[in-house]
């Protein structure tokens, strides 16, 4: 056995120059990409009738983007930073965009047609408001003027060169601005808003020079409260502070008055406070009560008139001028499976332009914004298009009654990923549809022999390219022997689960889940976690994989928490269920019942554990382990870190044989001013590790790895240095770090890096950490590497000991037992600044590691660990080179060919996530961010399976070539032979 | 024999038969040279066939100490690759290795066989025979020791505990920063 894995190593350490680079032609074999922008906040269009039609979107992921409306194709996309929050768009001079974000204060144009940058400019005022972005038709001196409302100062921009025209401030204090309206033809602006919550204030503004013409202010005793809708250019609605009375606000020519009506007396069994839903559509607003939306007519003379009580869920979007004087708007009513798209002129509310019906998949959820469109047919009436923006944040084109495209877009907001495994091929089961005839098989063949015969024509290669891409091995719906084909179940902030399959990426189900939906009792629903529930194999084959997830109503950490369980092959919600207790933490525990359902313990707010699967089976095997669980609790914002363990009762009254109490036993301290949490770390539950020991090829030494599931890493900063970087001086600036035993709060480890400071990005694997931080005195960033060995184990030396099985090293280990420790460790430098750190996994754990980096450029960039060596130095001996030593140098290298998202992007990288394939050299690798990126991924190259390029045929005929050349010769000889014998 | 007697016969001075075992002088006229003493010789016929048997075994004792002593040139040759193959792990140390290994092995598998020729009850053969396998042995230890010096040995403690699994912990903890 020995000499086995001595030829293993042998074979490992000869493959130590993996080159990872990857050729052009084997782009798109084992990786996919998909491309989102996230829910869409604000729509506009554009459908001149020259050019491509098209429609600029900003969503709540800071995303501005030109979809391509005949098939929702990205025309360009630019992500903003994450608090560079985009709060309206609009389209000038028909060729730019503009754009508002960051609070207000950063107004950008973009081309239209290639998204290229004209010009920002920089918006500052006094304070913090509102922000709101107003297109006019104001020209000063051939300039077109957009009007800002923003940081609470109005500032007049011109649209070719984003130049400040003028800005005005308002003087009242407190003064909440809620529009900006220009009444059509006209040259000056009013501003409306309400200040110290009972005054109505208007002012009337010059829009060519930012005079102030007029202000008027008139006084409501009752408040005001949300939103306002606006009915006319110069009339308002809006709800006192109760949500009882509906404000009619007019400001005709600078008089400002309030007419109030109670909602009572427009609706008789109305049953509580009502929110307006805000609109500019003329004559015409919407409240809802409860679930029941209210549309109100204003007449000219200023009464209100409900038109239409609606019980659907209803979705109003935005006025369009069709024609002059007159205004459509859309309506998306749920009925059922369908939903109804009308579309109604705002002062003829009878006469609908438009009513389609149209079927809805019931996985989308609800409608949450409808932007329309029109244009006009080809006899001269108009026709609309609608895009809608579902629960699922997804986004889909109506037109003429059909769904034309959509978008799952609710992807580029993955909270949680998860695999699962697909369905054993049976013979029961057919998968004949996508296999291929024998004919097309030989013809596949041939053509790969011509191109490796290299007698292919272009087409040939192009027809090969096509075959190698749109395999339909790697997409079936079965398990494969390589463990490449896997389900990736990814939960969104929507909370929706999707599964995707790994061979293209493509959806196989989706479920919006029924717990994580608005209701009665569950307001705020959030998905927090996803985690295997049951994952059958051997003697629990029959049944189908399931995944378990957690949420909570509200955001507080004491909100009532709801579980569902998701069949991971058919996408249906086995069962769901509202917990009485909050969820505060989701611990899976290493048991497993006899179904292969993972025991997990709840921990709620106040410290109770509880069992999941309630099942008696579940208590027994919890009570025979009992004692030997531990849980711990990071409290990050009072630097305390606390471990527990558990009682056999519940605390207080709770008659519930499933849930357990908790008794403090350690804590630890940090001083909060010099310390502050910024990280923390602990090893991947599954991680499969192979060895234990450590060989050291220099002197034919061991060393024994520290392995251990219950240590943390933890890393503080002091808290002044938990800013930006560049806020501190390198004096008071330092990096603490700690590997902390989870069940005996004993500190292993701990050191101190002067002048450093976070972001700390960390990844813990086998004995292993790996941070990321800034060191402020070399102004660089720096990657350093801790491994932990047991010293307790180390005398473990003799051979004879060893060969006869006289050792400690297999029994069970105690934390409580051990304590010597020690460490190595190494600090380098490295040039990129990262989102996210990750490290391969594969089934077994032989093959050697590499660290994949997700940079600031949204890649992943891998990193061989062997660079991340503690025991690097500058001149290593002969065999700490065979070994695959590298000499020690200040930095890491960032090797171009080794980015394993090539010349991709995964635009707002968030996390990486390592599954490992059946296949002990390969690693599947997941990023997810606004985009999504997955590949196969071999850190010592697959040494375990023939290429891909490898040419099955050409080995066959090779075979046969050969024996019939055997056989020919040998028939020639015998043949020669006899001839010999009768001369 | 034939032939020397045909070129006896066609008018040789002399000759001497060193198989004439006859004790009387030589029965031709000439006489024996001087020195050579019939007298000497075993008298009787057995005496002759022991004398010629003697001087078979001698030569088979003396033959077979020199098949014992083969191995060493192929010691010395396989020294020679061994260092020519450096100690690193590659296709032409491990064939050569390999080689060494087998080489004695199959040897000494043979050892019966290769001493067969020289088979005989006079002939002591088992110091040849010991000398044959101490050598081989010595070939064998050569190639361990290859094997050795290549890592390919189990004979560190490094070698035994790689294939052992890490040890199981008795507790468990989990948990984090709360969700």
């Not at chain 2, 057995?46 to 077979?64: L, M, P």
Request: aromatic share 8%; glycine share 6%; hydrophobic share 40%.
């Amino acid at each position: 056995m020995p000499i086995t894995y001595a030829f293993l190593l042998f074979l490992i350490f000869s493959s130590l120059q993996p080159i990872l680079s990857l050729y052009e032609d084997q782009v798109g074999l084992t990786d996919w990409h998909q491309q989102y922008i996230g829910k869409v906040k604000q729509a506009v269009f554009h459908t001149h009738k020259t050019g491509r039609k098209r429609v600029v979107v900003s969503t709540e992921d800071n995303v501005i983007a030109t979809l391509d409306l005949r098939r929702g194709e990205i025309f360009w996309r630019h992500v903003l930073g994450h608090n560079d929050v985009v709060d309206g768009i609009v389209i000038a001079l028909g060729k730019y965009v503009i754009t508002l974000s960051s609070e207000g204060s950063i107004l950008r144009a973009w081309n239209l047609p290639d998204g290229q940058m004209v010009w920002e400019s920089s918006l500052h005022g006094p304070k913090h408001s509102k922000s709101l972005l107003v297109m006019t038709n104001v020209v000063i001196e051939k300039d077109n003027v957009v009007i800002i409302f923003s940081n609470d100062r109005l500032h007049a921009v011109s649209c070719i060169d984003g130049e400040v025209l003028w800005n005005k401030d308002f003087e009242v204090e407190s003064l909440e601005v809620q529009k900006v309206i220009q009444p059509p033809g006209s040259n000056f602006v009013y501003v409306v808003g309400f200040a110290a919550s009972s005054h109505f204030e208007m002012y009337q503004i010059n829009a060519r020079n930012g005079e102030l013409l007029k202000h008027e202010s008139a006084a409501f005793s009752g408040g005001f409260s949300g939103e306002v809708s606006l009915v006319s250019s110069e009339t308002l609605v809006a709800l006192d502070s109760t949500g009882l009375i509906l404000l009619r606000i007019s400001f005709h020519k600078g008089n400002v008055s309030i007419q109030q009506t109670p909602i009572s007396n427009l609706v008789e069994d109305s049953p509580g406070p009502a929110v307006i839903i805000p609109s500019s559509i003329m004559e015409l607003f919407a409240i809802k009560i409860n679930a029941v939306t209210i549309f109100i007519r204003v007449t000219g003379t200023g009464k209100l008139e409900v038109v239409e009580k609606a019980n659907h869920e209803t979705a109003v979007g935005d006025a369009l001028s069709i024609s002059e004087g007159q205004q459509a708007f859309g309506l998306v009513q749920h009925a059922g499976r369908d939903i109804h798209l009308t579309v109604k002129l705002a002062h003829d509310w009878g006469g609908d332009l438009l009513k389609e019906s149209i079927i809805m998949d019931q996985q989308r959820g609800l409608i949450h914004k409808v932007f329309i469109n029109n244009y006009v047919r080809t006899d001269g009436s108009y026709g609309f298009r609608a895009l809608i923006v579902m629960e699922d944040h997804s986004l889909l084109l109506l037109q003429q009654g059909t769904i034309v495209w959509s978008r799952e877009d609710g992807l580029a907001s993955i909270i949680d990923v998860t695999t699962s495994e697909l369905p054993v091929e049976r013979a029961g089961v057919s998968v004949a549809k996508v296999e291929l005839n024998l004919f097309e098989w030989l013809k596949g063949h041939m053509l790969k022999l011509k191109g490796t015969l290299m007698l292919a024509s272009p087409e040939d290669i192009a027809a090969i390219q096509y075959m190698r891409l749109k395999s339909s091995e790697k997409s079936k719906m079965t398990r494969d022997h390589n463990g490449f084909r896997k389900l990736l179940i990814a939960l969104t902030r929507a909370g929706k689960l999707f599964a995707l399959h790994t061979g293209d990426g493509r959806i196989v189900w989706s479920l919006l889940l029924q717990s994580l939906h608005k209701s009665e009792a569950c307001q705020h629903p959030i998905g927090l976690n996803l985690c295997p529930w049951q994952v059958p194999h051997h003697h629990a084959l029959d049944e189908n994989p399931s995944v378990l997830v957690v949420g909570r109503c509200g955001p507080s950490s004491d909100a009532p928490g709801v579980i569902s369980f998701v069949d991971s092959y058919t996408g249906k919600e086995l069962s769901s269920s509202s917990l009485v207790h909050s969820v505060a933490q989701v611990i899976p525990l290493p048991y497993t019942d006899s179904t292969e359902q993972r025991l997990h313990l709840l921990i709620d707010a106040d410290k109770h554990a509880h069992l999941y699967p309630k099942t008696p089976e579940a208590i027994g095997i919890f009570r025979r382990e009992f004692s030997n669980i531990y849980w711990y609790s990071v409290e990050d914002d009072n630097g305390i870190i606390k471990g527990y363990a558990l009682k056999s009762k519940c605390d207080g009254n709770v008659a519930d044989k499933f849930c357990f109490g908790t008794r403090e036993l350690w804590s630890i301290v940090l001083p909060s001013e010099s310390e502050k949490i910024v990280a923390t770390v602990t090893r991947k539950l599954n991680e499969a590790v192979h060895t234990q020991a450590k060989l050291i090829a220099a002197d034919q030494d061991v060393m024994y790895k520290y392995i251990s599931r219950n240590l943390l890493f933890v890393a503080t900063v002091a808290p002044k240095a938990s800013g930006e970087i560049g806020s501190v001086t390198p004096e008071e600036s330092w990096l603490v770090v700690y590997l902390i035993d989870t069940v005996t709060g004993f500190v292993l480890h701990r050191v101190t890096h002067h002048g450093s400071q976070g972001p700390v990005e960390a990844v813990f694997s086998e004995n292993w950490v790996v941070y990321h931080y800034f060191n402020l005195r070399a102004h660089r960033y720096e990657m350093s590497v801790i491994e932990i060995y047991d010293q307790s184990r180390a005398d473990n030396k003799d051979v004879w000991k060893l060969v006869v099985g006289k050792h400690n090293l297999t029994s069970p280990i105690s934390s409580y037992s051990r304590s010597e420790v020690v460490t190595k460790s190494q600090s380098y430098f490295f040039t990129h600044s990262l989102k996210a750190i990750a490290v391969t996994s594969t089934a077994k754990g032989i093959t050697s590691k590499q660290l994949l980096i997700g940079t600031i450029g949204d890649q992943v960039l891998a990193l061989d660990k062997r660079f991340l060596d503690p025991r690097r130095s500058v001149n290593p001996t002969q065999a700490e080179r065979e070994e695959g030593t590298i000499p020690l140098t200040d930095s890491l290298p960032i090797i171009p060919q080794s980015y394993i998202t090539h010349n991709l992007r995964v635009e707002g990288l968030r996390g990486i996530i390592t599954v490992p394939a059946e296949l002990e050299s390969t690693t599947l690798v997941f990023a997810h961010g606004l985009d999504l990126f997955f590949t196969h991924f071999a850190p010592s190259r697959t040494y375990d399976s023939l290429t891909e390029d490898f040419s099955c045929a050409l080995l066959l005929i090779t075979i046969v070539v050969l024996v019939a050349a055997i056989f020919v010769t040998w028939v020639l000889s015998q043949r020669k032979e006899l001839q010999d014998k009768w001369r | 024999m034939e032939k020397g007697k045909g070129v006896m016969g066609s008018g040789r001075r002399w000759a001497v038969d060193f198989s004439d075992n006859s004790t009387a002088p030589s029965s031709r006229d000439i006489p024996d040279p001087p020195g050579f003493t019939r007298a000497s010789v075993d008298q009787d016929d057995s005496a002759v066939s022991r004398q010629k048997k003697d001087a078979e075994s001698n030569w088979k004792a003396q033959k077979a100490w020199e098949v014992a002593q083969a191995p060493f040139k192929n010691l010395l040759m396989m020294g020679f690759m061994m260092w020519m193959a450096g100690s690193t792990v590659h296709l032409f140390s491990i064939g050569i290795t390999f080689s060494a290994l087998w080489q004695p092995i199959s040897a000494l598998q043979g050892v019966g066989k290769v001493f067969e020729p020289y088979k005989d009850n006079k002939v002591d053969l088992l110091g040849p025979k010991l000398l044959f396998i101490a050598l081989n042995l010595g070939g064998l230890a050569l190639g361990v020791w290859k094997l050795n010096t290549l890592g390919l040995l189990p004979t560190h403690a490094s070698d035994w505990v790689s294939s052992l699994p890490p040890a199981q912990e008795v507790e468990y903890s989990g948990g984090g920063i709360p969700l």
